[in-house]
């Protein structure tokens, strides 16, 4: 129908008793009466032949269905069984599927991944699932990439660590909980971190075609060939900048500081360090180990994207930890480092602000009943407890342990 004064008339036995005026709305959203009979409101879900919820939907993103807390989304994958040992391959390319969620079905392309923790199809394995391969633009929700991680035992650190660096201005994944069917069998419970794609580029950055980078396994900036391009055209003029800076910084610190500063957004770096410092963030860009950074092309400066955060909040480092070239550049760097001290007492109130201890408490009790039940799961109780009591004892003492630190440096 014509968003242009078009209107939408229901009628029973010759009167009208309902009419709406038909508007434009974004893709998967739909208007509907929140209650049934309610007030005519925008929704991410349809719900043919059954009543209207409660309330609508308080985003009209269409991927926010996909990420909503307490929600475990059922998603269901079909696969040729012909080409299951294609799939079951580790570094394998995958094979083509059916994805079914909310009555719709589309064609995708799926793959197990994990680096150093693979797990085949009789195990748990984890999904990278192409929304956009076999059909060119097409979306879930929004969303061009789902990928389902199981590695985390309490299955909630990521989604207690992204908030730490969206607080301090870090374009962070949204994080959410699936259950996934694979050929009619139950796979269990799976963690949904967003993919960090040209579509989540596009809500965090003006302009989402710039560079971006991955490094992996100590992969670095003052190296870049070991560096991998996951987006965009490289940049090898601005990575020989960075490299030789990072090699030769000017013997002068204000002159290293500002040079840096003319190649790196310097504020949000160190406050995503500082995030770094307060998660245990020990996979991250100060190991090096798994890390992504965004060249934006808006003022053509770095920024670090957090990744792989599901081995956080388990194994404490001093807060200044860290043997990425540009952290240990700032660090020599006295007014580059009096910044970062800076950047980390703030980062502890941001943290503080979140009360991370109350959401843990609240999502492990939430997430008990389905970790129980999933039929895949290698983890036995004893562990998850272990892995959980960590998991709190650091939440409940990290910040406090860095303010003290930064107490005994006035």
């Known amino acids: 129908m014509s968003a ?67 929600q475990i989304v059922p998603l269901s994958l079909t696969i040729d069984p012909a080409t299951l040992p294609t799939l079951d391959v580790e570094g394998g390319e995958g094979v083509p599927a059916a994805l079914a969620f909310d009555g719709v079905t589309l064609a995708v392309w799926v793959r197990l991944t994990g680096s150093g ?10 999904w990278s ?48 909980w699936v259950q996934l069917t694979v050929n009619g ?14 579509t989540f ?25 070991a560096l991998e391009l996951d987006d965009g055209e490289r940049d090898d003029a601005f990575l020989a900048a960075l490299a030789a800076l990072l090699a030769a910084p000017p013997a002068d610190p204000a002159q290293a500081e500002a ?34 950074a965004y060249l934006d092309p808006a003022d053509g400066r770095l920024r670090w994207l957090p990744h792989g955060t599901e081995a956080t909040f388990t194994d404490p480092q001093p807060y200044d930890h860290g043997d990425g070239a540009v952290f240990r550049l700032c660090l020599d760097l006295p007014g580059c480092r009096a910044r970062y001290l800076a950047a980390l007492a703030a980062a502890c109130d941001d943290a503080d602000a979140l009360d991370l201890v109350a959401t843990f408490d609240a999502r492990v009790a939430w997430l ?32 406090s342990a860095l303010r003290a630190v930064l107490a005994s440096l006035r």
Not at 61 to 69: A, I, M, N, R
Not at 139 to 156: F, Q
């Open 129 to 176: 699932i192409d929304v956009d391969r076999v059909v060119g633009g097409q979306r879930l929700r929004g969303l061009e990439r789902i990928a389902l991680d199981r590695k985390d035992p309490t299955a909630v650190r990521e989604s207690l660590a992204y908030p730490v660096f969206a607080a301090v201005g870090a374009p962070a994944p949204r994080v959410g």
């Open 4 to 70: 242009t004064e078009e209107h939408l008339r229901l009628w029973i036995d010759d009167r009208m008793v309902d009419e709406v005026e038909v508007v434009a709305l974004p893709e998967d959203v739909a208007l509907a009466r929140t209650p049934d009979g309610g007030p005519l409101l925008p929704t991410l879900w349809a719900t043919p032949g059954a009543p209207n919820p409660e309330a609508a939907s308080p985003s009209i993103d269409p991927s926010s269905v996909l990420f909503g807390d307490q």
């Open 185 to 198: 069998e139950d796979y269990g419970l799976y963690v949904h971190s967003e993919a960090e794609d040209d």
């Open 201 to 225: 580029l596009a809500r965090w950055f003006a302009d989402p075609s710039g560079m971006l980078l991955e490094g992996q396994d100590d992969a670095d900036l003052d190296a870049p060939d």
């Open 117 to 126: 923790s693979f797990e085949p199809l009789a195990g748990k394995p984890s």
């Open 259 to 292: 040079a840096l500063e003319a190649l790196v957004d310097l504020d949000a770096f160190l406050a995503y360090a500082a995030a770094e410092a307060i998660t245990m963030h020990a996979d991250g860009y100060q190991r090096p180990e798994r890390w992504r």
């Open 368 to 399: 008990a009943p389905a970790l129980a039940a999933d039929p895949r799961r290698d983890v036995a109780p004893a562990e998850l407890a272990q892995e959980q009591a960590l998991t709190r004892t650091w939440l409940v003492n990290r910040v």
